[in-house]
């Protein structure tokens, strides 16, 4: 009687358990996603788990993070959507997506000191006619994103300097023509709006940087026009596609300037923004009634832009005054005060343009064992009187990432993946030079190097 009373009692606590198990529900119908991931890993210099630009390598001078290795791992890139289907309006269907992930507000696409914090990634709402789309809220930029490298790479942060794309508030409108033509055009948020890692921002810690973006009253444009077909078989979800894109926009940079007797003025000039973009991807050999195994394909992007604020971080060259007199002596900018109004009144700036891309080739020896490689470089266009400048040596000219991995799909939900890459960055200019017996000699190298390996493994539901 006693073991009947407590098997009794222990299902009467087991029920409330059980009635919502399974019943997570919505006003409309909604399917909850993402997936659970885990890399760990070893890098030859001293970085964590988001290596963007290889350090300094070590001169007369050791530098700790190029004479160290460092361990690393990580769980913060767990993800969690919903994607909801409501009612039909105005003769589409409606959606609406939203996405977060454990990694915490980003700066410049690196986990930030919150890592491990939910916050969103993606907020959007969609209408879907027949032959055309609208697209309202936070996702990624249409110009230069070519996501063929979505889950199949290991570091989240590889391709960073190279356009892989930023998600950002917009409204987008696309139409599809003859089936296989497709323009988009729309209008998107080129400043920081989540609080941190903005460009030239006087609120970083606000949820709505205020910049020269902002300042300049004027919104950004998007756009896109593009090719896509199936009559070369696909792979997977891509088909053969190739884009031209790009962004227009303005920025507003003010200067400071005293003009004596206790008094300033503020002098300001909007500088252009733009950049252009063309993508593609090409099935070289498709697979075969849905079977992967033999299929090959190459993929990539390539870019020219001018002050792309948060389309291309972390290695954008920032816009600078054209007017600073460079001393041929000392290399270093003169000060603005003192300025006479005439000086002031022809305070001029300018922005270095940028220019780069990548390309990704994939095989697929099964249809659940593939590899992957990418090749990515960027370069600032920088005049060498701005590489000399003092406040400029920590400056990025260029950087090169090669990635190699080899991925294996155990089911449906569970993928595994070993990843290398080689990491080259130079910088604008030397930290300093020795004396004594080293005269001369640089303390840190312009250039560094670095290389990762690492495991993986996802968890897709």
Same mark, same amino acid.
Not at 72 to 83: I, K, P, S, V
């Given at each position: ?6 098997? +009794?009692?222990?299902?009467? &606590? ?28 070893? =890098?030859?210099? !001293? ?16 530098? &700790?993070?190029?004479? %160290? ?6 769980? #913060?890139?767990?993800? &969690? ?7 039909? !309006?105005? #003769? ?7 996405? #977060? ?24 709402? /969609?209408?879907?006619? @027949? ?9 990624? /930029? ?18 960073? @300097?190279?356009?892989?794309? +930023? ?9 599809? *023509? ?9 209008? *998107? ?45 696909? *792979?997977?979800?891509?088909? +053969? ?16 300037? =005293? *003009? ?13 923004? %733009?950049?252009? $973009? ?16 033999? !299929?090959?394909? &190459? ?10 604020? +948060? ?6 060259? @920032? ?6 007199? %460079?001393?041929?002596?000392? $290399?270093?900018?003169?000060? /603005? ?5 005439? /000086? ?5 700036? $300018? ?31 920088? $005049? ?10 920590? =400056? ?11 991925? %294996? ?26 004396? #004594? ?19 993986? =493994?996802?968890?897709?539901?």
């Amino acid at each position: 009687m006693k073991k009947t009373i407590i098997i +009794m009692l222990a299902l009467f &606590l087991a029920l409330p358990a059980l009635s919502y198990a399974g019943s997570a529900t919505s006003r409309w119908d909604m399917t909850i996603g993402g997936y659970v991931k885990f890399d760990m890993g070893w =890098a030859n210099q !001293a970085q964590n788990q988001d290596i963007v630009l290889a350090a300094r390598g070590s001169g007369v001078s050791d530098n &700790l993070a190029d004479k %160290y290795g460092s361990f690393y791992t990580y769980a #913060g890139e767990t993800r &969690l959507n919903f994607l909801v289907r409501g009612p039909d !309006a105005w #003769g589409a269907k409606t959606s609406a997506f939203v996405e #977060g992930h454990f990694r915490g507000n980003e700066a410049n696409g690196s986990a930030s000191s919150n890592a491990g914090t939910f916050v969103l990634r993606h907020a959007f709402m /969609q209408f879907d006619w @027949p032959s055309s789309k609208l697209v309202i809220g936070q996702t990624w /930029q249409t110009w230069g994103i070519l996501p063929t490298f979505a889950n199949t790479m290991l570091d989240y942060n590889n391709l960073g @300097p190279f356009l892989k794309g +930023m998600r950002q508030p917009l409204v987008r409108f696309e139409q599809t *023509i003859a089936k296989n033509w497709i323009w988009k055009l729309g209008l *998107i948020s080129p400043t920081n709006t989540l609080g941190s890692g903005s460009v030239t921002n006087t609120g970083s810690n606000v949820s709505q940087g205020v910049d020269g973006y902002t300042m300049s009253n004027m919104p950004f444009w998007e756009g896109s026009f593009g090719w896509t077909s199936d009559k070369c078989g696909n *792979i997977g979800p891509w088909q +053969m596609l190739f884009a031209l894109e790009g962004f227009y926009g303005r920025q507003k940079n003010v200067a400071s300037v =005293a *003009i004596g007797n206790g008094i300033t003025t503020l002098q300001d000039k909007d500088v252009n923004s %733009y950049g252009i $973009s063309f993508k593609g991807f090409i099935p070289i050999i498709p697979e075969k009634k849905g079977n992967k195994a033999g !299929a090959f394909s &190459l993929s990539g992007m390539l870019f020219y832009t001018q002050n792309p604020g +948060m389309f291309q971080t972390p290695a954008n060259a @920032p816009t600078f005054n054209a007017n600073f007199a %460079y001393n041929t002596v000392n $290399s270093q900018t003169t000060n /603005q005060v003192g300025l006479t109004p005439a /000086q002031a009144a022809a305070i001029d700036y $300018s922005t270095p343009t940028q220019y780069g891309g990548w390309g990704q080739l994939s095989y697929f020896f099964t249809d659940k064992l593939f590899i992957n490689g990418w090749y990515g470089y960027t370069r600032s266009n920088v $005049s060498q009187a701005w590489m000399n400048a003092a406040a400029n040596t920590g =400056a990025m000219v260029n950087t090169t990432q090669i990635i190699g991995n080899i991925m %294996y799909d155990v089911n449906a939900a569970i993928r595994f993946g070993f990843e290398y890459t080689y990491y080259n960055t130079r910088y604008a200019g030397y930290t300093g030079f020795a004396t #004594g017996p080293f005269a001369g000699q640089p303390l840190l190298q312009k250039d560094g190097t670095a290389q990762s390996f690492r495991v993986g =493994a996802y968890y897709f539901f």
